[in-house]
């Protein structure tokens, strides 16, 4: 269209308020899914470790007929372990298993997340069970008051 002579550019407001709305519908429906894989590639870092401690014990336990429990690191089971998410910690089950639990450190990416998982003194081990806890929500804030009466005269 042409006004005085000159070619308009540009969008209308119409057109721009368009390209918001997509992109906000695109954004509404993206983000859940992405939290969703972020949680889980997160959780995966500590069944990964996990999976690496319990093997560690298995060898230990072949080399030394009991396990060693505690708080990773534990020199003696030669896992490099990162702690800046997760808390590990090997418990013992007797004389005949260890469990290890990874627990999200407070305040961190993996807050809320346990990954657990057992193995027996003949190799064997239980599936690493990962559970999820969300953080509570807070309760909305109180209505304001109402405003004071006040008589007109």
């Given at each position: 269209m042409h006004r005085n002579g000159r070619e308009?550019?540009?969008f209308t407001l119409l057109e721009l308020l368009i390209v918001v709305i997509v992109v906000s519908i695109l954004a509404a429906v993206a983000l859940p899914r992405f939290s969703k894989m972020t949680q889980k590639a997160r959780s995966s870092e500590a069944a990964d470790t996990a999976g690496a401690i319990l093997t560690a014990e298995t060898l230990y336990y072949h080399e030394n007929s009991s396990f060693i429990a505690g708080t990773l690191p534990?020199?003696?089971?030669?896992?490099?372990?990162?702690?800046?998410?997760?808390t590990y910690v090997v418990?013992?089950?007797?004389?005949?298993?260890?469990?290890?639990?990874?627990?999200?450190?407070?305040?961190?990416?993996?807050?809320g997340i346990t990954v657990t998982g057992t193995v027996n003194s003949d190799g064997s081990r239980t599936a690493l069970i990962t559970t999820t806890q969300q953080a509570p929500a807070s309760p909305p804030p109180p209505p304001p008051p109402p405003p004071p009466f006040s008589r007109v005269t």
């Open positions: 308009n550019t540009g534990l020199a003696s089971l030669l896992v490099d372990v990162n702690t800046t998410n997760y418990t013992l089950n007797g004389t005949a298993s260890a469990t290890v639990t990874a627990t999200g450190v407070a305040g961190s990416n993996a807050a």
